[in-house]
């Protein structure tokens, strides 16, 4: 570039613009010169008073972005910038432009045309709609204005960016009215219904309003940002439009890949993990419970660190790494290990205390069954019918986290203890698994494992798969099982009865309190067999 080149350029610096133009006459074409003698696109992105914020150069067929910072406070806001470049070959706003439109939520984008003669000719401009009332949104989520001229172009940016921003926050005020809940996007990358309906009960139970379920195709996972740059468009522009500011994955995020969406877009990415430990950590109650989930949350967290603050990510030691910057992360690196190791040793002393009251229980000679089963199927329902307890449900998963031990009488064999257990998932998060496996070690213990089943569920099968994986894992495979046909009055009787056959278990109702006589004499007869004397 010619020196006389890049002095036209910083000049640009000094040129202002009316709040109420999308461009001056003056600075059109000013760019338009520009760009015609470089043969490259050139850009400013002006502030809403008027001022040259930055002065961009791209190539000849595109603008690459400056970082331009964080966003402004609120969900319906925009940047409080706009983006105006030229187009050397006449073309309009390409897909580029939008997309850089959504994805850092400017004001609006415009396109000048320069003509042959380095002259500034047609211009158009896009701004970003709201969803209408009906909450249908509209064919297209841009609004585009074309005028032959800049002097032509009835746009007031001023007004129009004001009027835009108060219909969003008035969506926002309309949604203040029902109970304070994040706004979610959802996004699904496994295939079939029974993954859709999991991870909405998950972002149910974690009290997430979703505002969006988007389904991506199978495979198409992008190693850097999860979604591709198509698709980091729409959700951005979902989000905003929906007033919301997370989204869900179903899957694990690795630390680079949530840092590199979240820069993308501005919005918070929680995966299948972070959202488990989400809810575990809402739902703990006892001691023992809530350092369990603290343990697994830091766990999780300690490769996380780096990622967390870009300013010091970078600071990790070497060439131009070293200082202050790299004992900060030390220090929260040290500081996370020093606390897991405490956090290790409180667990391991809980867990050699209830090894105590376990064998005080075993000289008292009274047979244990424990309760285990996917979550949600209706375990602590059972229990409650079972004992006449009054232990919380809901229709939720992961409502029970501590075991609840409770005395229930058999007929004949006289009383025993029965245990509910925190619900079992696919693929469990190990660090949960890790930080819970003293609390699930109770089950070595029992004489019976209630395996209790949603007969309702179509996906059944499965999730009793996973449930013997969680078991395996933990070696207790060999311990006697008996399955409980759960929520037997919303299953027709002849595929009741084909599931209590190939199951071989018993179906009951503990909602309305059905078939527990015939459960309990199964479980008694279970129990008799297993303590019997061995001749």
Excluded at 224 to 240: C, D, E, F, I, K
Excluded at 264 to 272: E, F, M, P
């Amino acid at each position: 570039m010619k020196p006389s080149q890049r002095s036209a350029l910083e000049r640009t610096f000094r040129r202002r613009v009316s709040p109420r133009q999308v461009v001056s006459l003056e600075l059109a074409r000013h760019l338009a010169s520009i760009s015609a003698e470089l043969g490259r696109q050139v850009g400013v992105l002006l502030s809403r008073d008027g001022a040259v914020r930055s002065v961009i150069l791209g190539n000849a067929q595109r603008l690459e972005l400056p970082d331009i910072g964080r966003l402004r406070g609120g969900t319906g806001r925009f940047r409080g910038l706009r983006l105006v470049h030229t187009h050397l070959r006449g073309e309009r706003l390409t897909q580029d432009d939008l997309t850089d439109l959504a994805l850092l939520r400017l004001d609006l984008v415009a396109a000048i045309q320069v003509e042959e003669d380095g002259n500034a000719g047609g211009i158009e401009i896009a701004h970003i709609l709201p969803i209408q009332d009906d909450a249908s949104a509209p064919a297209e989520p841009f609004r585009t204005i074309s005028a032959r001229d800049v002097h032509s172009l009835d746009f007031d940016p001023e007004e129009e960016i004001r009027a835009l921003e108060s219909e969003f926050s008035r969506m926002t005020a309309a949604r203040a009215d029902q109970p304070a809940r994040e706004r979610a996007l959802l996004l699904i990358t496994a295939p079939g219904e029974n993954a859709r309906t999991e991870i909405t009960e998950l972002a149910k139970a974690a009290g997430a309003d979703v505002a969006e379920t988007i389904q991506l195709a199978r495979g198409k996972i992008h190693p850097r940002t999860v979604v591709g740059r198509g698709r980091l468009q729409s959700l951005a522009l979902s989000a905003m439009r929906r007033g919301a500011d997370t989204v869900l994955f179903d899957i694990d995020l690795k630390p680079a890949q949530a840092r590199a969406f979240e820069d993308s877009t501005g919005l918070k990415a929680v995966d299948r993990t972070q959202l488990i430990l989400d809810i575990f950590a809402q739902r703990a109650r006892s001691r023992d419970g809530k350092l369990q989930v603290e343990l697994a949350q830091l766990k999780y967290s300690l490769p996380r660190l780096t990622e967390e603050d870009a300013g010091l990510s970078r600071l990790t030691g070497g060439i131009g790494g070293r200082g202050p910057g790299e004992t900060v992360l030390e220090i929260g690196r040290r500081r996370a290990r020093s606390r897991i190791r405490r956090l290790e040793k409180e667990i391991e002393k809980l867990s050699r205390q209830r090894g105590v009251r376990r064998q005080r229980r075993m000289r008292h000679g009274l047979p244990v069954l424990s309760i285990i089963g996917y979550t949600n199927a209706g375990k602590s329902t059972l229990l409650n019918a079972l004992t006449r307890s009054n232990i919380d449900v809901a229709d939720q998963m992961f409502v029970t986290l501590d075991p609840t031990s409770r005395r229930l009488r058999f007929p004949r064999q006289g009383e025993v203890i029965i245990t509910d257990t925190v619900g079992f998932i696919h693929d469990l998060p190990p660090d949960l698994m890790t930080a819970f496996r003293a609390t699930l070690e109770e089950l070595a213990d029992a004489d019976l494992l209630l395996h209790v089943v949603d007969a309702a569920d179509p996906n059944l099968e499965n999730k009793m798969e996973a449930v013997a994986r969680v078991l395996g894992e933990l070696e207790l495979g060999a311990i006697p099982k008996l399955i409980v046909l759960n929520k037997a009055d919303r299953v027709p009787p002849e595929q009741l009865a084909a599931l209590a056959r190939r199951y071989e278990g018993v179906a009951v109702s503990a909602l309305h309190r059905e078939g527990l006589e015939q459960l309990v004499a199964a479980a008694e007869e279970v129990v008799r067999l297993r303590l019997a004397p061995k001749e």
